[in-house]
Structure formats: structure tokens, C-alpha cells
């Protein structure tokens, strides 16, 4: 079946505007996870959700980042009042069933705020 | 399990050689531990996964081999093809969220 696919594949933006990345699970999914990552590093967790619900936001930087899944399914991270900083990859991995599970990525979104 | 500098460790080996690649964990109580590739441009790749009550498992050319008592994992590639030529990343189980490593580059030399 269709892996994990992410929307849009690339995003520009300005400092100070608001974005939104898409993340379409595999289908069946339940665990949907959202990651950063930066040139040269390994991705670094944001939030994790299961089901509807956010089982763990450690992760987020701060309160200008926020994600939701309101049916369970496609999730979308929420970045206000971007910062040059906030450029980065963003990934996100669905499994089957949460914790222990294998965690498949999709392709990520670029995030470049100018 | 933190992230480290920008300066990525880099592996080159010979067409048709083996590799090894190595990495450390943080956390003892890690029961599950991923390998990932990640291909320029691409989210990273699902490679062989281990759990912690096996020390060796073993994937089409690839082997994954857990050392618990010093917190060390390994990938072993065998006869490395220039389509291994990535980026890998090992992750551990941290709980409800995987803590990766800090990657290796893989270069698959001519």
C-alpha cells in the first residue's frame, strides 16, 4: 500500500508568517509521530500522538509549534510567527501501534523561512 | 541520546567490501533499537530492527549486533554496492518516542 506522504514537499516562507504541514499516514496506522531535522544531524522528536490525542509534546520547542489529528488519521504541525531558526526538515513517522513499534517516515518537508 | 555537531562521521569503503558502522546508545533500558538509511532529499529508510533479548539478527545482506553491556550497536553491510551509499542513523527506543544517533555518512568508493 501507499507509504507515509507528506504536503508540501517544500515551503518558503518569511519570518513572522504562519505555516502548515500536512502528513497523510499509512493507512490502518494508529501512531504518528512528527520529527525536526536539521543539516547534518538525526531527526529529533516533536510530539507523538495516538489516535486523536497528543500521548507526548515533550518534544516541541516551544508554544508556536502546535499539531493536531482530529480523526486519527492526517495530522498537521502548526508553526506561528516562524523564526529563521525554525528551518529545518520535518518528518513525519506513522506505525502500527505506538511504542516498540517500527516507525516508517515519509519523504519530509523542506521549511526554509527567509 | 542528544544530538551532536554538524560534522557528520564518514565511512568510504570499496565496492564489493564489507562495512561496518557503529553506535553508542544512551539509555540502558532501551528494549528496541532501529537502523535507518537516509538517501539525500529522502526520509530515512527502514533498514533491520533488534530487540534487546538478542545480541544478532541478521536481514539480506545486512546484520545488526547488540552489545548490551556497552550500550553499542553495529550495522554490517555486506558487499557494500554503491546504491548503500547514504546516510544511516541508528535509533533507540526511548520510551513513546525513538532517539536517533548522530549518523554516519556512507561512501561507496569505484
Known amino acids: 500500500g501507499a507509504g507515509v506522504s507528506q504536503t508540501p514537499s517544500n515551503k518558503v516562507t518569511e519570518k513572522g508568517k504562519y505555516v502548515e504541514l500536512r502528513c497523510d499516514p499509512i493507512?490502518?496506522?494508529?501512531?504518528l509521530y512528527w520529527y525536526r531535522q536539521s543539516l547534518g544531524q538525526g531527526p529529533e522528536f516533536l510530539i507523538y500522538?495516538?489516535?486523536?490525542?497528543?500521548?507526548?509534546d515533550s518534544g516541541l520547542p516551544n508554544d508556536r509549534f502546535f499539531a493536531v489529528r482530529p480523526e486519527g488519521s492526517v495530522s498537521t504541525l502548526k508553526i506561528q510567527r516562524t523564526e529563521r531558526g525554525d528551518s529545518a526538515v520535518y518528518l513525519c513517522?506513522?506505525?502500527?501501534?505506538?511504542?516498540?513499534?517500527?516507525?516508517?517516515f515519509g519523504p519530509g518537508t523542506r521549511l526554509t523561512v527567509l | 541520546g542528544e544530538s551532536v555537531g554538524l560534522h557528520l562521521p564518514t565511512l568510504s569503503v570499496q565496492e564489493g567490501d564489507n562495512s561496518i558502522i557503529n553506535c553508542a546508545y544512551s539509555?540502558?533500558?532501551?528494549?528496541?533499537f532501529i537502523w535507518y538509511k537516509q538517501e539525500s532529499g529522502k526520509g530515512p529508510q527502514f533498514i533491520i530492527d533488534?530487540?534487546?533479548?538478542?545480541d544478532k539478527r541478521q536481514g539480506q545482506r545486512v546484520t545488526v549486533l547488540l552489545n548490551k553491556t556497552v550500550k553499542h550497536l553495529s550495522l554490517q553491510i555486506a558487499a557494500t554496492q554503491p546504491g548503500d551509499s547514504a546516510v544511516y542513523f541508528c535509533?533507540?527506543?526511548?520510551?513513546?518516542?525513538?532517539?536517533f544517533g548522530p549518523g554516519t555518512r556512507l561512501s561507496v568508493l569505484p
Open positions: 533488534i530487540r534487546s533479548n538478542m
Open positions: 513517522a506513522t506505525s502500527l501501534d505506538g511504542q516498540g513499534d517500527t516507525q516508517y
Open positions: 539509555n540502558s533500558a532501551s528494549d528496541y
Open positions: 500522538f495516538q489516535g486523536t490525542g497528543a500521548a507526548d
Open positions: 493507512s490502518g496506522h494508529t501512531a
Open positions: 535509533a533507540e527506543d526511548y520510551g513513546q518516542n525513538f532517539v
